[in-house]
Nanobody, 111 residues
Framework: QVQLVESGGGLVQPGGSLRLSCAVSGRTESSYAIDWYRQAPGKQREFVAFITSSGRTDYADSVKGRFTVSGDTAKNQVFLQMNNLKVEDTGVYYC?????WGQGTRVTVSS
C-alpha cells in the first residue's frame, strides 16, 4: 500500500514563498512519477507539476518560472518550492502517484 503525506501549507501574502513536501512510503517500483495537483475552492482539481524517478520535470503553464519540483530519493520525499505566489495559487495541494493520493495540504495566498 503506497501512502503519501503532504505538509508545508499555510497562509502567505502575495509574492511570498512556501515549500511543500510529500513523503512517500510503500512504493516498490524503481521507475515512477510523482505529480502535484491543486484544487481551488469551487473548481476542479488541476495539474501543477510532476517529477519522474529519472529527474524529468514538467509544469503547468500557470506556474512555470515560479514553482520548482524536486525529489530526495534517499528520503522518499518530493518537494514543491513555490515562489512569487499569487492569490490564484490558493487551494489544496495534493501529491499523487499511480492511483494513490495524499490527503492534501492547504495553501492560502492572501493579503
Amino acid at each position: 500500500q503506497v501512502q503519501l503525506v503532504e505538509s508545508g501549507g499555510g497562509l502567505v501574502q502575495p509574492g511570498g514563498s512556501l515549500r511543500l513536501s510529500c513523503a512517500v512510503s510503500g512504493r516498490t517500483e524503481s521507475s515512477y512519477a510523482i505529480d502535484w495537483y491543486r484544487q481551488a475552492p469551487g473548481k476542479q482539481r488541476e495539474f501543477v507539476a510532476f517529477i519522474t524517478s529519472s529527474g524529468r520535470t514538467d509544469y503547468a503553464d500557470s506556474v512555470k518560472g515560479r514553482f520548482t519540483v524536486s525529489g530526495d530519493t534517499a528520503k522518499n520525499q518530493v518537494f514543491l518550492q513555490m515562489n512569487n505566489l499569487k492569490v490564484e495559487d490558493t487551494g489544496v495541494y495534493y501529491c499523487m502517484t499511480g492511483r494513490y493520493w495524499g490527503q492534501g495540504t492547504r495553501v492560502t495566498v492572501s493579503s
